[in-house]
């Protein structure tokens, strides 16, 4: 019987994880989790319901009660039966995100989660604490970095993809106060694995890093034990 798989991607804002996550985990047959879409609807939900952002408590109870879904097969997010796929997108809600994630119990319970959806199957899973704190043991680590200057760019490409208006200098702005702040946090900050490969996507096309990455994979998987051990 073969082993189940765990591939770890984490990295800053920007620097393509999703979209190499969701690539890699189609090219395997692996189930795809965006770790940061959890953080997102929790945020989008403190939010709404205008929480103090730092109010630990508060934060920590509604994590737990958060009934947060990831549909494998259409990609839709979905916050207490209500598609939020959208609503969790916008800059705010960035911001939010990268504020809840601070608070132990909100990491706790995000955690718990992400163990729970990875415990039957394999899956590329992607985040800033995937190969540090969520899966220390994943068979596969990946760091995707990028320079803060083209992470902004790309953001704001996908932004005006979506028809929404966002000023270059604030999207520069925002994304280097997110990555202060995901870096410096006490609990899980964003940091390399000692174990994580290194990928600088500054000057590579998603192609590039997509074949780059896989390649990793194949490596590490045909002279190791681990897929079939
Ligand atoms: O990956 P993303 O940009 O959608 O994540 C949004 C925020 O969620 C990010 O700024 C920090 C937080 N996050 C986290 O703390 N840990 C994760 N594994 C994923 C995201």
Redesign the pocket.
């Known amino acids: 019987m073969s082993k189940r798989v765990i591939v770890a991607i984490?990295g800053p804002?920007?620097a393509g994880?999703?979209t190499l996550a969701r690539r890699i985990a189609g090219k395997l047959g692996f189930l795809y989790i965006?770790?940061?879409?959890?953080?997102?609807a929790v945020?989008l939900w403190a939010l709404r319901c205008g929480l103090d952002l730092s109010d630990a408590h508060r934060l920590e109870q509604l994590a737990k009660e958060a009934r947060i879904e990831l549909q494998p097969e259409n990609g839709r997010v979905l916050l207490n039966g209500e598609d939020v796929t959208e609503a969790?997108r916008t800059p705010e809600v960035?911001?939010a995100?990268?504020k809840?994630?601070?608070i132990a119990g909100v990491?706790r319970a995000?955690v718990a989660e992400?163990r729970r959806m990875a415990s039957e199957t394999s899956v590329v899973m992607?985040?800033?604490?995937?190969g540090t704190v969520?899966f220390p043991d994943a068979e596969i680590k990946i760091f995707l970095d990028a320079d803060v200057a083209e992470r902004a760019q790309r953001r704001l490409a996908e932004v005006q993809a979506r028809g929404e208006a966002i000023d270059a200098e604030r999207m520069a702005r925002e994304i280097a106060e997110?990555d202060k702040?995901?870096r410096g946090?006490e609990m899980?900050p964003?940091v390399q694995a000692p174990d994580a490969i290194y990928v600088d996507s500054t000057h590579m096309g998603i192609d590039e890093v997509e074949e780059a990455v896989l390649r990793i994979i194949r490596e590490r998987t045909s002279n190791g034990k681990e897929w079939n051990s």
């Open positions: 984490d804002a920007g994880k999703s965006d770790s940061g879409a959890m953080y997102r945020g969790i960035s911001q995100a990268s809840v994630s601070v990491r995000m992400q992607e985040g800033r604490d995937i969520v997110r702040r995901d946090r899980a964003l």
